[in-house]
């Protein structure tokens, strides 16, 4: 078989065969079955070792068969830690190119696994077929999990070749335990969170694709009745869907919008066999510094590039002289932080802090245009979403954006019970502004980066302020800056490493101070 053909050859009959056994002669305490699996179907045939990070398991897709199936055990043991509660898992590898995949699981509250799970996901991911049973019973009893509750457990997956069949291990993990899987085909990584917070919380959305749509899409729709196109800006949107799931998505999200609310014009979203990421997406905007191929040139028109899975965006335009102006995680983070305050001081309330975080690979310019002139604290903490996330709860509106374009705005009960109360009960300058703020609320996934609500979070401060991309790229001047890729061993321990150094000179938590000059080491 070529790789493709191995990943189509999913044998139905196989599963449907395993499946039964599992329903009539497996009693429900026996973890007879989830060797049985392992040997019929997903075999562990590699000794490479694979590590759970922030990201979860990223690599080459043959190699991950194995250790989606185990995640699917794991989802399950989570989901019953958890009282029963729904768990996600997600297959994709993002911004990597098409011939990797990753899984990640998804906590019940949509944000990402516990980090002390991290280890217990890699101890798992990482033993033989022969200790697989041996080792899944440790962790229940390591977990104290009650194996009598009912499991629930969502699934999603990108557009890659690969990603069906590693879906089906992933349903099969869950089946393994007496889980109940429910698969979603093609999603959005964003999507696949939002689902798992709305299983768990009924008053965040509903748990559907079209759910997701009429809650941000909804939102931005009430928010432009209120603001009318003024200024430099125009509702006019190139956008770059990165031959992935995001473009395709993004056909359904233009389908609910009249030209003058957003006119998008989609490309890159996935035909004529274009390959995911190559060329396109907000990795290679971001890195490379240069246009996504397949579209227009046209000076000054505004441009937003995914990623594959959905989960990043960056901007960019042309200028006349066809010279590339990247605007990334920093300025979204910025503008968004900007308007926000904004809203507050017409809501006329001191009892609400917000805050920024970053990481030590924001750009200096950014950080002292937060600190200087929007006047707003930064905190910088380690690399990494999960740091970013947790840090950005301690606030009562916390944005955090890393530069590669992934982040949201976290908002906590409390901040939301003061700007319901001011729409409800406020004077009507502070009343309307509570409003507008409520609707931006609405159109956030709070859970994780989401390009989609940022891309409708950008565009309705945009247009609330009259800005176009160049007015928005003149409020700070970047300092130089370059992102390479370098390959090397250990690359683990050596990642770790180099990020502390930089988390270090940056001045750790709270500060930021230039890096001194390289040595020729």
């Known amino acids: 078989f070529s790789e493709r053909e191995w990943y189509e050859d999913i044998s139905v009959s196989k599963i449907k065969r395993l499946q039964k056994v599992t329903r009539i002669t497996m009693p429900p305490s026996s973890l007879r079955v989830v060797y049985a699996f392992a040997r019929e179907m997903h075999p562990k045939t590699t000794d490479v070792f694979i590590q759970y990070g922030t990201a979860g398991f990223r690599t080459k897709a043959i190699l991950l068969e194995h250790v989606v199936y185990r995640m699917g055990l794991l989802a399950v043991i989570r989901s019953r830690v958890k ?9 994709t590898a993002s911004h990597n190119l098409e011939p990797d995949n990753g899984v990640k699981l998804v906590d019940p509250d949509g944000e990402m696994l516990e980090e002390e799970w991290e280890a217990i996901a890699t101890k798992l991911a990482n033993v033989s077929d022969n200790d697989l049973e041996a080792t899944t019973m440790e962790i229940i009893q390591e977990v104290q999990a009650d194996m009598t509750l009912k499991a629930s457990v969502f699934i999603g997956m990108d557009t890659r070749y690969t990603s069906p069949r590693l879906a089906a291990a992933a349903a099969n993990g869950v089946i393994a335990l007496k889980g109940t899987p429910k698969e979603f085909g093609i999603v959005t990584t964003p999507m696949l969170h939002f689902f798992v917070k709305c299983r768990n919380d009924n008053t965040y959305g509903t748990p559907t694709e079209e759910g997701y749509y009429e809650k941000i899409i909804g939102a931005y729709k009430n928010m432009r009745k209120s603001l009318p196109t003024i200024g430099e800006y125009s509702p006019c949107l190139y956008v770059d869907g990165a031959n992935g799931v995001g473009g395709k998505k993004l056909k359904n999200v233009k389908k609910n919008f009249d030209e003058d609310e957003l006119e998008l014009h989609l490309f890159n979203l996935g035909g004529s066999g274009e390959k995911l990421n190559l060329g396109c997406g907000a990795d290679h905007v971001k890195v490379t510094q240069t246009p996504a191929k397949g579209i ?59 805050g920024i975080v970053q990481t030590a690979y924001a750009n200096g310019a950014s950080t002292k245009y937060i600190t200087e002139t929007l006047k707003i604290p930064v905190q910088c903490v380690k690399t990494g979403v999960k740091h970013l996330h947790s840090a950005a709860h301690k606030y009562d509106i916390g944005v955090y954006f890393e530069a590669n374009g992934h982040g949201t705005v976290l908002y906590s009960s409390k901040a939301k019970k003061v700007i319901g109360r001011i729409a409800q009960e406020g004077d009507p300058e502070p009343r309307e502004a509570a409003k507008l703020l409520m609707q931006f609320i609405e159109m956030t996934n709070e859970t994780v980066g989401d390009a989609i609500s940022d891309l409708l979070l950008v565009e309705t401060v945009l247009c609330a302020r009259g800005m176009s991309a160049l007015h928005w790229m003149q409020l700070y001047r970047d300092l130089p800056c370059r992102q390479l890729k370098v390959t090397v061993k250990k690359a683990d321990t050596l990642a770790a490493e180099v990020c502390q150094a930089v988390f270090d000179l940056a001045g750790g938590v709270g500060n930021r101070t230039e890096l001194p000059p390289a040595s020729d080491e």
């Open 296 to 354: 227009p040139s046209t000076p000054y028109q505004r441009i937003a590039s995914l990623d594959g899975d959905g989960d990043r965006l960056v901007y960019y335009y042309t200028d006349d002289k066809d010279k590339m102006h990247l605007l990334d995680g920093d300025r979204i983070a910025t503008l968004l932080a900007s308007y926000i305050t904004e809203l507050l001081q017409r809501c006329k309330t001191t009892e609400i802090q917000l």
């Open 83 to 91: 009282n029963g509660r729904t768990i996600g898992m997600m297959i």
